[in-house]
């Protein structure tokens, strides 16, 4: 029950992030208590993802919103991104090649496992 809770808490928070569902202090709200890896796997995700894409105005602007308003979410994900955990996803993944369900779900599996 525990691991589905945390799957849809992360997936809100990517979500909130690509789709401007809520305010940047709304996604902050969440943000701001997620493990710092999963901070890490979101931020990169989303650059990656949208690199290039055609929705990436919206994305990466809300995105770099988030950041500049709320510094502390790049903090966490510089500290998330030390985590061994990161080096084991980009080893055997691409960020790009994952959509944010099937994402989510194997990076709180590994993170929780």
Request: net charge negative.
């Amino acid at each position: 029950m525990e691991f589905e809770r945390e799957q849809r808490e992360a997936l809100k928070i990517l979500e909130s992030i690509e789709d401007g569902s809520m305010r940047a202090a709304e996604s902050f709200q969440l943000i701001e208590h997620a493990d710092p890896t999963l901070v890490y796997f979101i931020v990169t995700w989303l650059q990656k993802r949208y690199a290039g894409h055609p929705a990436a105005e919206g994305v990466l602007g809300r995105l770099g919103e988030l950041c500049s308003t709320y510094p502390a979410v790049t903090e966490l994900a510089k500290e998330g991104q030390a985590d061994p955990v990161v080096e084991w996803f980009e080893d055997a993944y691409e960020y790009r090649d994952l959509g944010s369900r099937e994402f989510i779900a194997l990076i709180v599996e590994k993170l929780e496992g």
